[in-house]
């Protein structure tokens, strides 16, 4: 079984190629916070890398000085992972997976900014962007599937810890296949990764049935506070760090918050905070629908896709629910927007 050709995109992958093969020392690096098509991708890449070129060098980075989440160590590679920090190398090519802003690439800019060239593969809009060589593809569910068709480009075999990494990469960003970005072409590309020996099943236990019970009583706490507005339109929720604090949880055990919070009936856009060290306050948002929650994270200085979007702004939750909420009401154009109470939090 094989996946639709598309022309632009292999124009675009001889070039990256043709990058690739005049480099020797090469860094993979994804954005801060990653998440499973952050790390799927770009551990899948790395090993397509080393498989087709045995003699180059190729360094798995971490944008953060924080360790790969809990939930995707099982990942093959996972393990050898570097903080990017802790790199002090100088790349002939520096490989950016899932982000074409280069800010998001955080303790790594560094290491972009000591590289010869640079190559992005990605899937969030972008105008602007400082890659040599790139596939920008905003229709792809996940980088997984661009990764997966590039393989298939350079006629590498899927090994199962290839497939592994890509098929946990589509099914995070998918959302399991529940988004509205779950298309032909992400089941098809799954298909053929689980041909190639990716278990869904032990990509289900790690990724969406081993949780601490310092995450579930963090869930408990959250949920306990989900609050609708506009006409039940809008759902929102927030952890604190002293829900950190108290329930032990680490800050990346939150990410699969915003899809509780999604889930309350009626609701059509939800939104997850969680504050962060440095009176910062982290964001992720949700559509059901046709809303395009992109508009507002870019606002607010963040970015991603129409039906799922992040930013990070600084204040405390008060003060972000404040600015937050009035665009999500703007943006479904409810004029009554507050909550039973009148209040925010």
């Not at 899937?123 to 393989?151: D, K, W």
């Not at 236990?205 to 081993?210: E, P, T």
């Not at 999500?328 to 004029?335: C, E, G, H, Q």
Request: charged letters at 20%; proline letters at 5%.
């Amino acid at each position: 079984m094989g996946l639709q050709v598309i022309p632009e995109q292999e124009v675009a992958f001889g070039q990256i190629t043709s990058v690739i093969e005049a480099s020797q020392q090469i860094a993979i690096c994804a954005h801060t916070s990653p998440d499973g098509d952050a790390i799927g991708s770009g551990l899948a890449l790395g090993m397509i890398i080393e498989t087709a070129w045995p003699h180059k060098q190729v360094t798995n980075l971490l944008a953060d000085d924080a360790p790969v989440p809990r939930i995707y160590n099982f990942l093959p590679g996972a393990s050898k992972m570097v903080p990017a920090s802790r790199y002090a190398g100088s790349p002939d090519l520096f490989i950016s997976v899932d982000l074409s802003v280069d800010a998001r690439l955080n303790k790594a800019l560094p290491v972009l900014g000591r590289s010869r060239r640079h190559v992005i593969i990605d899937h969030h809009p972008c105008e602007t962007h400082t890659g040599e060589a790139f596939v920008i593809r905003p229709q792809a569910a996940a980088v997984g599937v661009i990764v997966t068709e590039y393989a298939l480009h350079l006629g590498v075999r899927l090994t199962r810890p290839i497939a592994q990494c890509l098929f946990c990469a589509i099914v995070t960003d998918t959302g399991r296949f529940q988004y509205q970005n779950a298309d032909p072409e992400s089941f098809q590309a799954a298909s053929l990764l689980v041909d190639a020996g990716a278990s869904p099943a032990e990509v289900s236990l790690n990724v969406y049935q081993s949780f601490s019970l310092a995450y579930l009583h963090l869930e408990s706490a959250v949920m306990s506070r989900v609050t609708t507005f506009a006409g039940g339109k809008i759902a929102y929720s927030y952890a604190t760090i002293e829900d950190l604090r108290r329930t032990g949880a680490s800050l990346d055990e939150c990410d699969g918050l915003i899809d509780e919070v999604r889930s309350v009936r009626g609701s059509e856009i939800a939104l997850f905070l969680k504050e962060v060290p440095g009176r910062k306050v982290r964001g992720n948002l949700r559509s059901k629908t046709n809303w395009d929650v992109s508009k507002v994270a870019s606002e607010l200085g963040g970015g991603g896709h129409a039906a799922a979007a992040g930013f990070t702004v600084e204040g405390d939750l008060d003060e972000v629910l404040a600015t937050v909420l009035p665009k999500l009401r703007d943006l479904v154009d409810v004029p009554d927007w507050r909550d039973a109470t009148g209040s925010l939090v």
